[in-house]
Each structure stands twice: as structure tokens, then as C-alpha cells.
């Protein structure tokens, strides 16, 4: 964890406990979810308790405690949602990125929760991807564009290899003697 981004969040924060959720906030924010270490650090300088600063991360469902993928999707489960086949949303995305619900594929690339209700009854069957809704969803509709995700990361990797291969080759040939 680098401790440089924890250093410029409790700046000036010395035994102010009154400030647990705005530093648990920032700290969210600046790491994508709340380390141990991070809660440790916490504790130290407001002067609260490390079981009241884990209490109060653990409440609040804004707060998360494991890192994320980098492609969080979101299925509603809210009743509007759930009698419209949020179950096999949910199944496609498990079955398909092979891990459940609060997981990380091995590649960190994509992660699974589901929520109690994303506020767009109407439109449901919703899933979002990093709070983008995606409405009247099916599993079929869900599976092409978990899909799409998978190409557009594949592609962003193959232009940064073909970028670091360019940059590395134009360097060898600057720096090798003729």
C-alpha cells in the first residue's frame, strides 16, 4: 500500500474522530476500496478505535473492504428487477466470468455484485458496469457485452505492447553504435 496517498489524507485530521466517514471517503476514493492498513492508519490519527473504524466500513454499503475489478458489474435485485429474471443475470455473469457474487476474475478485469435496488424499476432488468445502467437487460444482452468488455481490454493491452515495442525499438536503435 503506498503510504504517500494515506500521509496526504490525514494531513492536518490529528484527533479528529468527528471525521471517520469524510476520511473513509477519501480513502475509498484515492485507493478503490478501504485497506486494513489504510483502517490501521485511520484509527492512529483520529484517535478512534480500529474496531469503530471497521464497524463503521463494514455499516455503510458505499464502503468497500476487498478491491474491485476493474469492470464492477452491478445486478439489480430489487423486486421490479427480480420477477423480471435478475437471477439469470446474475447466473450469466457467474457463469460466464467463471466467479460470484463479491469476487475478482484472476485478471482483475471484472467483479459481481448485486444490489438491493439500483432506483430504475421501470426499466428493469438493470445491470450497470461502474454505475452505468444498462436497462431492460437479458441474459443474451448481458453476455454480449461482458464480451465487448473482454475485446476492448484485450485490444488496450495489444496497442500498449505494440506502443512499448515502437518505444523500445526506436531506443535500441538510437543507442546502438552503427
Known amino acids: 500500500m503506498n503510504l504517500s496517498k494515506m500521509e496526504s489524507i490525514l494531513k492536518g485530521r490529528d484527533s479528529q474522530p468527528h471525521l471517520l466517514i469524510e476520511v473513509l471517503h477519501d480513502v475509498q476514493e484515492s485507493y478503490g476500496y478501504i485497506p486494513e492498513e489504510a483502517m490501521r492508519e485511520i484509527s492512529k490519527t483520529l484517535g478512534v478505535p480500529l474496531i469503530e473504524v471497521y464497524r ?31 437471477q439469470l443475470l446474475m447466473d450469466q455473469a457467474m ?29 428493469g432488468p438493470i445491470a450497470s458496469e461502474n454505475g452505468s445502467y444498462h436497462h431492460k437487460m437479458t441474459p443474451a444482452k448481458l453476455r454480449k457485452f461482458i464480451n465487448s468488455l473482454s475485446r476492448a481490454e484485450k485490444e488496450e493491452v495489444k496497442h500498449a505492447q505494440v506502443s512499448h515495442e515502437r518505444t523500445t525499438g526506436a531506443y535500441r536503435e538510437a543507442v546502438t553504435p552503427r
Not at 457463469?95 to 426499466?123: M, P, R, Y
Open 56 to 86: 463503521v466500513a463494514s455499516f455503510y454499503k458505499a464502503f468497500k473492504l476487498k478491491p474491485s475489478g476493474k469492470h464492477v458489474i452491478t445486478i439489480c435485485n430489487g423486486t421490479a428487477c427480480h420477477v423480471r429474471g435478475a
Open 95 to 123: 457463469s460466464q466470468l467463471g466467479i460470484k457474487h463479491g469476487e475478482v476474475t484472476e485478471d482483475g478485469l471484472f467483479s459481481i455484485e448485486h444490489v438491493n435496488c439500483l432506483g430504475a424499476c421501470a426499466l
